[in-house]
């Protein structure tokens, strides 16, 4: 099996990827939505719908190498065209692995990178503030003499 593709079934157990049309629409317009997947063989109509769910959203949309039973197969849901990644570094691993096998996907994995990059670095952020703000913030040792208002 397709080392991508494998990423899809671990997204799919974690609960970190909305498949078929409905809840990809709904994923995306929650603001929840990282990248949108289309199969290569999905219709017209599902393509025009993919594409007006990530008009006007920073959500990138990538029609996939695979067919509608590939994603069939791996999801659990029969007759799948789409898919949204709800987990930001899911997404970039997999774009990272599409990427490998296909160098057209390279310009998007990035992207999913530096994403990525970011959420960690908040993540870490926030953690540091409660972190703080529970067992304080050690403070310098304040200076002698007189001492100026904050203005």
């Given at each position: 099996m397709n080392k991508a593709l494998s990423y899809i079934g671990i997204a799919k157990k974690a609960g970190a990827i909305a498949v078929g049309e409905t809840n990809?629409?709904?994923?995306?317009?929650s603001g929840k939505g990282r990248i949108?997947?289309?199969a290569s063989d999905a219709s017209g109509n599902a393509r025009r719908r993919a594409e007006n769910f990530v008009f006007g959203t920073t959500v990138p949309l990538v029609v996939l190498p695979y067919t509608k039973e590939d994603l069939a197969g791996i999801t659990g849901v029969s007759g799948c065209?789409?898919?949204v990644f709800t987990d930001v570094g899911?997404?970039?691993v997999f774009m990272a692995a599409l990427a490998e096998n296909e160098p057209s996907f390279a310009e998007?994995?990035?992207l999913m990178a530096k994403r990525n990059e970011k959420a960690l670095m908040l993540k870490r952020e926030a953690a540091a503030h409660a972190r703080?703000?529970?067992k304080g913030k050690a403070v310098k040792a304040a200076a002698m003499g007189k001492r100026r208002k904050n203005i």
């Open positions: 990809s629409g709904a994923a995306i317009r949108l997947v289309l065209s789409m898919a899911l997404a970039a998007t994995a990035e703080n703000r529970k």
